[in-house]
């Protein structure tokens, strides 16, 4: 057997089914049950996006030396994070920790940001 193909086990009545089926239904362009069933299971996991390329939840847009802004791709929103001398802030959760600040603060270009301005005198995080 050719390492391209695996056996699925299926009951006995559904494959009887099936083939029934493509016989008595040529014009759907099925020509066997392995063909069918392929067809299927891809029809059924495109339906579960599972064929889909899952991105990561967070993505930095831009960022400058008085934030950045990152795409929460779960809410479907931009979280704008602000550097300030006081700290850091999240306008979309309103707060001055969250996901977004925590992922933010996790980027290599953010961190050499918030370095230069804890030298400045900001009250920033370590990073």
């Known amino acids: ?17 099936i083939e029934q089926f493509i016989s008595a239904n040529r014009q759907y362009g099925y020509r066997s049950i392995s063909q069918f069933m392929e067809d ?4 059924r996991l495109e339906q579960l996006k599972a064929l889909e390329v899952q991105l990561p939840q967070f993505e930095v847009l831009n960022h ?11 809410s479907q929103r931009i979280a704008d994070i602000y550097f300030k001398p006081e700290g ?23 961190q050499n940001i918030i370095r230069k301005r804890r030298k400045e005198g900001w009250k920033l995080p370590e990073v």
């Open 40 to 43: 299927a299971a891809r029809k």
């Open 1 to 17: 057997m050719s390492e391209k193909y695996r056996n699925i086990s299926v009951k006995a009545e559904l494959a009887n089914f």
């Open 64 to 74: 400058d030396m008085n934030g950045v802004k990152v795409l929460d791709r779960k």
């Open 88 to 110: 850091v802030w999240c306008d979309l959760c309103e707060a001055e920790t969250c996901e977004h600040i925590d992922f933010a603060l996790s980027q290599r270009d953010v």
